[in-house]
């Protein structure tokens, strides 16, 4: 039957009212179905910035600072840093002292010529370093990398830093999260998740807060960030289970822990080392 014929029986105003009604439903059945369809998305507020290794540059320490904290910051394993810059053990290091991340040294002045010789088919640049009186100019090479130590075993009988819902995972993806997120209340406990003593106690990482680092190796540390009060010092013994902060929000948007183990240096799935749960 044609919509004339159906108008014409049931009246102008009638069948006015059934096409407005047909039309509603069809735009009500195409919002239901647009918003059916999931979208993914990534809550970057979970997420600690990762950047890769620095390896060019200077860095000038500052007050708060030290070697495992810069460490920390820059993708580096402390050790190796602290042969690339000559630093023995204990590792100390002082406000203004320069840390270098491509090995070389500022100890000596240097003066950087460069020569360019060019013909119709070629051209070559060639980069001297001039070295003090009495010393033989060389070719600039590029520095080789300081070696990584031997990986040593992972620490055994970890435990899990504090109670709560996981809100975040470890993701390889540099851009994404290097470790896990534990939700909680405030001021509730956060554990040393090993034995090892406390390198670093502060808040000069940005995007971590009130931030505990604890060495358990040559090889592995673990961070505590986010935190509402640190209850340990730098060079203080610890054990598993012990409590070594309250959870907090400093430095994101809610209650959480952020918590990172890193492996000469580089970032782990904390999940592989923890019991289930």
Not at 127 to 151: D, E, F, Q
Not at 203 to 229: C, F, P, Q, W
């Amino acid at each position: 039957m044609s919509l004339t014929v159906i108008a014409q029986r049931m009246g102008t105003t009638s069948f006015q009212r059934l096409m407005i009604g047909f039309v509603l439903s069809s735009l009500l059945v195409g919002c239901s179905s647009t918003k059916s369809s999931s979208v993914g998305v990534v809550d970057r507020n979970n997420a600690a910035p990762q950047r890769p290794t620095v390896t060019t540059g200077q860095y000038a320490v500052r007050r708060g600072d030290t070697l495992f904290s810069i460490a920390f910051r820059y993708g580096w394993d402390y050790k190796a840093l602290a042969a690339r810059n000559n630093i023995p053990e204990p590792y100390t290091i002082h406000p203004g002292q320069t840390i270098r991340f491509d090995g070389r040294t500022g100890s000596a002045p240097t003066t950087v010529v460069t020569s360019s010789q060019s013909t119709s088919s070629s051209s070559s640049k060639t980069t001297v370093t001039r070295r003090p009186v009495g010393a033989s100019p060389t070719i600039a090479s590029k520095p080789a990398p300081a070696p990584l130590p031997p990986a040593g075993p992972a620490p055994t009988g970890w435990g899990w830093p504090s109670n709560g819902i996981l809100i975040g995972k470890f993701s390889s993806n540099g851009s994404l999260n290097k470790g896990i997120d534990i939700a909680g209340d405030l001021g509730q406990p956060v554990l040393a998740a090993s034995d090892g003593t406390v390198v670093y106690a502060g808040s000069g990482l940005r995007g971590y807060g009130e931030l505990v680092i604890i060495k358990h190796s040559d090889t592995y540390v673990s961070a505590y960030g986010h935190n509402r009060r640190l209850l340990v010092r730098e060079g203080q013994q610890v054990k598993v289970g012990q409590t070594i902060a309250e959870m907090g929000s400093t430095g994101t948007d809610r209650v959480k822990l952020h918590f990172e183990i890193r492996r000469q240096g580089k970032p782990v799935d904390p999940l592989q080392f923890l019991p289930r749960r």
